[in-house]
């Protein structure tokens, strides 16, 4: 279990670090308000005016850091998973995204790594204007193509490209985001994840005011299908006066595809731990 707590350390830690790079949001206003501010002094100069630095790094999946009991045929009594998500502003409406998820089959000696799935992204953003989104609820829409491996050779090898479309539609605090794909192209030794992954994820949540995140992820294939169910609640809102800032986050799985490598093997799980947000 040393041995397993030093890799979580190291990996939380890449994690912070990534995350830290984002500049909170409430930070960007202020940083606004105060540049408007000197910008109406009467002897505000050319520095004094110039627009706020943002960050162009951002968060885009959760990041977490979950552990708990899975019952599979492929893995031990308990596994451990890990994302890292985040996007850049490439400009233009164009964002280029990360993905990376690792799992980790920690009742076995050495606790190895189960599956790595790496997911770099290029979409396109498009936002309408303010009027219709009150009329439909359609917050914006992503059209972008995204490629999934699990970086090995040989028969254990996996990987997909993907060519997307995934509107968001929030109502207050209801929200709705499905992505819907075609697949370009297939390793040989997954020809045939359309039967257990099919063609679309259905995204089902709710959002509270005090940023309370409860999310139904549904995904049907030709033949299998899965859903995932996760929980995000701020640490302040369960603990009003301790200041924490990691979230805690639990997530469940049932059915097909958790892994990239054991995509048609049927799973279940359930783990909690910390998710990283701003």
């Not at 994840?193 to 005090?210: H, P, R, V």
């Not at 549904?218 to 299908?225: A, P, S, T, W, Y």
């Amino acid at each position: 279990m040393s041995i397993l707590r030093s890799r979580g350390y190291r990996i939380a830690a890449h994690a912070l670090a990534v995350i830290s790079l984002v500049v909170p949001a409430g930070a960007v206003r202020a940083d606004a308000d105060e540049a408007v501010l000197a910008a109406s002094a009467p002897d505000a100069s050319p520095a004094a005016t110039a627009k706020p630095r943002t960050s162009l790094l951002s968060l885009y999946g959760p990041n977490y850091l979950i552990i708990g009991p899975e019952n599979s045929p492929e893995t031990g009594n308990v596994t451990s998973k890990f994302q890292l998500s985040f996007k850049y502003d490439a400009g233009g409406h164009i964002y280029l995204a990360y993905t990376q998820r690792i799992y980790w089959d920690i009742t076995r000696n050495s606790e190895p790594i189960l599956d790595l799935s790496v997911q770099p992204e290029l979409f396109w953003l498009w936002r309408p204007a303010p009027e219709r989104v009150g009329r439909w609820g359609l917050e914006d829409t992503r059209v972008g193509l995204v490629h999934e491996s699990n970086g090995k050779n040989g028969p254990t090898s996996r990987s997909w490209n993907r060519l997307y479309l995934e509107p968001h539609f929030r109502w207050q605090g209801l929200f709705f985001e499905p992505r819907i794909w075609a697949i370009l192209d297939t390793d040989e030794g997954n020809d045939d994840i359309a039967d257990y992954a099919g063609y679309a994820d259905l995204k089902f949540g709710y959002e509270t005011a005090s940023r309370q995140r409860f999310t139904v992820t549904g995904r049907q294939g030709l033949k299998h299908g899965s859903v995932q169910l996760d929980i995000s609640l701020p640490m302040q809102s369960l603990f009003p006066d301790n200041g924490m800032r990691p979230w805690f986050y639990a997530q469940a799985w049932a059915g097909y595809g958790e892994t990239l490598l054991f995509y048609n093997v049927r799973s279940y799980a359930f783990r909690i731990g910390l998710e990283f947000r701003s």
